[in-house]
């Protein structure tokens, strides 16, 4: 952070470059207000990054589906159109887990250590936050079986947390005169032989003929960026450090400052694909970004309880602790705004995920 001086503001940054002097010296007090702020931001880009596919949320059970079109009828002077009634489809539930990340020094480590390792720790403990969300946000969108969960932390409720859609004999709303068998529609589908351009297309259509056709998305592990390009409907963003003549290219170029985090190209010049971190590899997505969001994000009611907040601190000489925690989990919010694709064995499985 440029300026710190003039400020008096520190970021992690900050510290991480003050290595030739203790903890003590530097003083706590500004460790740990350098410690809330980036916590603050850190949770806030979190929040950001989720948004995408996911809608925060408190309650632990929401009705999904229902009927999106009343159709009229042709009546004379004397008649009127007999009643219609929308139904719902079903509810879908959110579980929600408590987290905790601990890291421990005696108070002689903290009379030695740099501002510089003390950060080192916190941002380990941030990065593992944001693996396990990732790996939360795999389960919840590539398992494709529905669970029993028990919300102990709260009512103990018992509660059924639905994937997308998985023939799992649950109704489906009807769109613009097309209906679905719940017993067998699917949004996990396989195919284990070369990809095929028509794949993609099935994989698109089954997000499109439930009416989801804003904000589309495809999201592909890294390691398969090489398999979408050789296909004939993927168009490639042109790089920024190529000069073209007569080919055409793309408006937008790619950005390479996270290739693991990457739009990299159009299917059938619309659909933006993107390589995303929450993709396993062997599995493609399509889903809707706009509406009605695939994932719920549930978190605690109070506000002082979401995001990743330092929960305790314990100065117990000569040993001392700080817990930080984080509360939430993920459940599908609208069955039918995605679908899957797995391109590793001629009938569907799930992920494994550590």
């Known amino acids: 952070m440029a300026n710190t001086n003039l400020t008096g503001v520190y970021s992690v940054e900050d510290l991480l470059v003050v290595r030739n002097s203790s903890a003590a010296e530097f003083g706590q007090d500004k460790i740990f207000a350098t410690l809330q702020a980036d916590l603050a931001f850190y949770n806030e880009q979190v929040n950001e990054q989720l948004s995408v596919f996911a809608e925060p949320l408190t309650e632990q059970i929401r009705t999904w589906g229902g009927s999106v079109m009343h159709r009229g009828t042709k009546i ?99 769109y613009q005169g097309s209906s679905f068998n719940g017993s067998s529609h699917t949004h996990y589908v396989a195919r284990a032989s070369a990809l095929a351009d028509s794949d993609i297309t099935n994989l698109v259509s089954n997000v499109t003929e439930h009416g989801h056709t804003t904000g589309l998305m495809i999201a592909i592990n890294i390691a398969q960026k090489a398999t979408i390009a050789a296909l004939g409907g993927f168009t490639p963003l042109g790089s920024a450090l190529v000069a073209y003549n007569s080919t055409d290219t793309t408006k937008l170029t790619l950005d390479n400052s996270d290739l693991n985090n990457q739009m990299i190209g159009l299917w059938n010049d619309s659909i933006a694909v993107w390589v995303k971190p929450w993709v396993p590899a062997s599995y493609m997505l399509c889903l809707s970004t706009d509406a009605d969001k695939v994932l719920g994000y549930r978190q605690e009611k109070n506000p002082s309880l979401r995001g990743l907040r330092l929960a305790a601190s314990m100065p117990n000489y000569p040993l001392m602790a700080e817990t930080y925690e984080s509360t939430y989990g993920f459940g599908v919010n609208a069955r039918s705004s995605a679908a899957v694709l797995y391109i590793g064995a001629t009938s569907w499985a799930n992920p494994t995920i550590s």
């Open 76 to 174: 004379d002077q004397f008649g009127v159109a007999p009643g219609k009634k929308g139904y719902v489809a079903s509810n879908v539930a959110f579980p929600i887990y408590d987290w905790s990340y601990s890291v421990g020094w005696t108070n002689k480590y903290l009379q030695k250590a740099s501002p510089a390792e003390l950060m080192s720790e916190y941002l380990a403990i941030r990065q593992g936050h944001a693996f396990d969300m990732t790996q939360e946000v795999k389960r919840a969108i590539f398992n494709n079986t529905n669970y029993t969960f028990v919300d102990k932390n709260n009512n103990g409720v018992s509660l059924t947390i639905k994937r997308l859609l998985n023939a799992d004999g649950d109704s489906i709303p009807d």
